[in-house]
């Protein structure tokens, strides 16, 4: 049974570093071909990919964020981290982690998600 | 950057009323890929590489197209299927999701 959990600070202030960790279990990041990603979500609007991560430690950044984002993994303790510097109210979302599915060739999907974890940037 | 483009933006149907929403990519996508999401929940994966139903998604819901054109059916509406639906395509990066079509039921 495949399961992920976000956890984070809840409220931060502008220009603080946001920290993110997602826990799972049912998979493992050390499995070849297996991949978590980051996707967020502003109260009553659409949703925004942010990162993912591979097996191989390959990564891959939304360009918009501009350098803010660092992504990274512990494969030891299952669990999956995403950081955004220098937070604004833009910032302000619901963020979820997710499984990356891979079902062929450049065949790519989230499968499962977490329940996401609300973010407030407010000062 | 692919835009995803979809129509409508908010619709409502009928018990029974057959729906379809459209998703535009502004360049060429090998797949789309559809969430449903319901409110207070994360979305779900309903349809994969353009007409795969995910697991437990009835078979009255389908998917397809090709290149920068792709649709989204429900053959017949059901009250339980009244949720935010986003397409979503991962041929290049950044991966891009649709602004979403929020569909209610009548």
């Known amino acids: 049974q495949v399961t992920l959990k976000e956890s984070g600070p809840g409220i931060l202030q502008p220009s603080q570093t946001l920290s993110l960790t997602c826990t799972f279990s049912?998979?493992?990041?050390?499995?070849?071909?297996?991949?978590v990603g980051w996707i967020r979500q502003p109260s009553g609007k659409g949703l925004e990919w942010l990162a993912n991560?591979?097996?191989?430690?390959?990564?891959y950044y939304n360009p918009s964020l501009k350098n803010r984002l660092t992504i990274s993994k512990d494969t030891s303790n299952n669990q999956a981290f995403l950081k955004i510097t220098n937070v604004d109210t833009a910032d302000t979302a619901t963020y979820y982690c997710?499984?990356?599915?891979?079902?062929?060739?450049?065949?790519?999907?989230?499968?499962?998600w977490g329940q996401g974890v609300m973010v407030t940037v407010s000062s | 950057e692919i835009v995803l483009t979809q129509s409508p933006t908010t619709m409502a149907a009928s018990p029974g009323e057959k729906v379809t929403i459209t998703c535009r990519a502004s360049?060429?996508?090998?797949?789309m890929y559809w969430y449903q999401q319901k409110s207070g929940a994360s979305p779900k994966p309903w349809i994969y590489?353009?007409?795969k139903l995910a697991s437990g998604v009835p078979d009255r819901f389908s998917g397809s197209g090709s290149g920068t054109s792709y649709s989204f059916t429900i053959s017949s509406m059901e009250t339980e299927d009244a949720a935010t639906y986003y397409c979503?395509?991962?041929?290049?990066?950044?991966?891009?999701f649709g602004s979403g079509t929020k569909l209610e039921i009548k």
């Open positions: 979503h395509q991962w041929s290049s990066t950044p991966l891009t």
């Open positions: 997710a499984r990356i599915a891979w079902t062929g060739y450049n065949a790519y999907y989230f499968d499962y």
């Open positions: 590489e353009t007409s």
């Open positions: 360049s060429s996508v090998s797949y």
């Open positions: 991560i591979w097996w191989d430690d390959d990564k």
């Open positions: 049912g998979f493992s990041l050390s499995t070849y071909g297996m991949g």
